[in-house]
């Protein structure tokens, strides 16, 4: 366990935000690089090849996820963590889909993004309320059969576990409510991500543009 | 507030109450946690809807409260169990408090 602070990168095309979560994070990171826009975002990704990038979902010239597209694959030990007031399914399953390691809405405090960003550090999931009240609903029972149930389906121990989330709950409380670590925790959150990023089923496309409409 | 639901459910009375009661969980939370914010989780289900209101504020002693409180008992369980519901509370003093709303949904007449 290295006690190195993470070296972030800020994109946000609001400069009184980026100001803003340089100052509440203060000395919980290293902030190497900030940019505006999407192209100006990979060229200093590339170039910093930082920790953990602070990804606005809406951006100019693509978003998030033409970040993603763009850069993800030539920095493969950076962590992704999308970061948005947008709370449009589709905008938040598209960055998810696209890589990033999880999903925190600009409510959240100083405190804990510090927190989510660490635990993206070391390559644990972060899940916001609103992120696991979306794959509760994207994954319904209710939906038709599952082509590959591994992959499509949650286990029952995934879904207290999102449950929990999607009601204000901690890694460390939900721990402490369902007798499991915290490490376990993380890890059906991990499970969970995956399944996200790697699902086929076809509900998932069509549940987030559904919900687009609305 | 954060308000996060799941799933979706056609407005009945029963349903109504429950958005009562949980109206009043969340205004109860705002007025006396001292919380800078409430969570609010609302799940409707084939059979049941549930909505969990949760605060991290000073949480009380629920043994402790004065018989002459009306304020939870009244206008919160007692909208939910006149409805067919139930609502529970589970507070710590000095962690917050979690009211959980539960209405079964479907099949009117089977409860009466």
Same mark, same amino acid.
């Given at each position: ?214 | ?35 800078? %914010?409430? =969570? ?5 289900? #084939?059979?049941?809807? *549930?909505?969990? !209101? $949760? ?17 939870? %008992?009244? =206008? ?5 169990? #006149?409805?067919?519901? *139930?609502?529970? !509370? $589970? ?22």
């Amino acid at each position: 366990v290295t006690t190195r602070l993470p070296r972030i990168v800020i994109v946000d095309d609001h400069r009184l935000f980026r100001s803003g979560v340089r100052a509440e994070l203060g000395e919980a990171v290293t902030v190497v690089g900030e940019a505006e826009s999407v192209d100006a975002a990979v060229t200093v990704i590339s170039a910093t090849q930082p920790d953990v990038v602070l990804l606005d979902v809406h951006l100019p010239g693509g978003g998030g996820r033409a970040v993603l597209d763009a850069v993800a694959a030539e920095v493969p030990d950076t962590k992704f963590l999308a970061l948005s007031v947008s709370d449009a399914a589709e905008d938040v399953i598209g960055v998810i889909r696209g890589g990033a390691r999880g999903y925190v809405t600009k409510t959240i405090s100083g405190e804990e993004l510090a927190d989510a960003i660490s635990r993206v550090a070391e390559g644990d999931a972060v899940f916001s309320p609103r992120l696991a009240g979306f794959v509760l609903d994207a994954f319904s029972a209710a939906a038709s059969a599952p082509a590959d149930p591994e992959l499509d389906l949650l286990t029952p121990r995934e879904r207290d576990v999102l449950r929990l989330i999607a009601r204000g709950y901690s890694y460390r409380e939900i721990g402490k409510e369902l007798f499991i670590s915290v490490k376990t925790v993380e890890s059906h959150v991990s499970s969970v991500l995956r399944k996200l990023q790697l699902s086929n089923r076809y509900e998932l496309s069509r549940w987030a543009s559904d919900r687009r409409l609305i | 507030v954060n308000l996060v639901a799941v799933g979706d459910a056609r407005l009945d009375d029963r349903l109504l109450a429950l958005v009562q009661a949980t109206r009043e969980a969340v205004v109860n939370a705002a007025k006396s946690s001292g919380a800078n %914010s409430v =969570s609010v989780y609302a799940e409707t289900e #084939r059979d049941r809807a *549930t909505v969990f !209101v $949760r605060d991290r504020g000073c949480g009380f002693d629920p043994a402790e409260v004065p018989a002459d409180r009306h304020g939870i %008992s009244g =206008s919160i369980v007692g909208r939910m169990t #006149r409805s067919g519901g *139930t609502a529970l !509370v $589970r507070s710590v003093p000095g962690e917050g408090t979690e009211v959980e709303l539960a209405m079964p949904l479907g099949a009117r007449r089977a409860n009466r």
